[in-house]
């Protein structure tokens, strides 16, 4: 079994920062790509930002020069560093992952998802 838990969401004021974590824990052989969504009060839950397992990263417009995704592939760990939060970043932060767990097989798995707030 693989579990993946978010944190390090919270209450911001409009241009402040946040480093989000998604740490993956269990059977897990390996990790590919690792991807942050959002989901706005009333919205559908929209992609934010992809890291694949050689280090490759992509955002979403909206997010480009504000957002950092990394990972620490000994921590079995993905970061999502935001600065310059703006209100409408407001949302249910969610990682998921794709996983191969220690039988070889791959699925893919979503955190519980943590809360960020933006105060304007």
């Known amino acids: 079994q693989v579990q993946l838990v978010e944190s390090g969401g919270g209450l911001v004021q409009a241009g402040g920062s946040l480093r989000l974590s998604c740490a993956a824990s269990g059977s897990i052989f390996s990790i590919n790509d690792v991807q942050w969504h959002r989901q706005a009060p009333g919205k559908q839950r929209d992609w934010v930002s992809t890291i694949t397992s050689g280090g490759s990263t992509n955002y979403v417009d909206s997010v480009k020069g504000r957002f950092t995704i990394s990972r620490d592939n000994a921590k079995n760990t993905v970061y999502l560093q935001m600065n310059s939060l703006k209100p409408e970043d407001t949302a249910v932060y969610y990682c998921?992952?794709?996983?191969?767990?220690?039988?070889?097989?791959?699925?893919?798995?979503w955190g519980q998802g943590t809360q960020v707030t933006v105060s304007s």
């Open positions: 998921n992952a794709r996983v191969v767990n220690t039988a070889r097989s791959q699925s893919i798995y």
